[in-house]
DNA sequence: CCGCTATATCGTCATTCGACGATTGCCGAA
DNA sequence: TTCGGCAATCGTCGAATGACGATATAGCGG
């Protein structure tokens, strides 16, 4: 019997896994630390300005952060503010630290 | 002068996201536990039949750990003893917990 | 009402990743 | 010394990433 070994996705790994391919870049990792330094302030096109790629291309890494749910952003008029999800933040360090 | 924002490439930024790289993939966060069980015991091709994958991808991902400082593998008769790295490990706890 | 600025999205392109099978290389055991 | 199992490497293929420019879209401020 056995048929095979199980699967075992293991949802935990996956979701380690999903965390860390979020934080798998420097310019993601840099976000994480702008958005840390003003905790509470909040920042929008900044983020444009400190990284030096294209719009469209922190776009795109923002979407991801958002995705993983590390960050979230509220629309504030014609621009949005981002700001580090705590929650996510947690679920990130727990996972780690329970290596 | 400041021709630009500096590039700053941040070697922490760089460190931590080639850290989180090598944790990007379900297959190596169940590595990393499996040796983390095994504490002092060390595995062989026991990883490869743990993880449903074929030998040679199994190896790659574990070239990747090793390469991230993760684990090491030291050889033993004709098969390899992997083992978790415990600096490499802090140092990702350390990099993730600060952010 | 118009145009600006800040974002998001789309399409494209080059590169990297992940998975496999096949091969090669290495000991230790028979 | 020949056999057999373990591990690394190679070559290939398809899918996912990352980056960019060009477009949309949405409100504010004048």
Known sequence: MSRRA???PDAADEELAALAKALAHPARVRVLR??????DGCIGCDIVADLELA????SEHLRVLKAAGLIEGAVDGPRVCYRLRRAGLARLKGL???L
Chains 1, 2 share one sequence.
């Not at 719009?55 to 922190?58: G, L």
Request: proline letters at 6%.
């Open 6 to 8: 199980a699967p075992r």
């Open 34 to 39: 702008l958005l840390a330094r003003r905790g």
């Open 55 to 58: 719009q469209s291309t922190v």
């Open 96 to 98: 780690v630290a329970a």
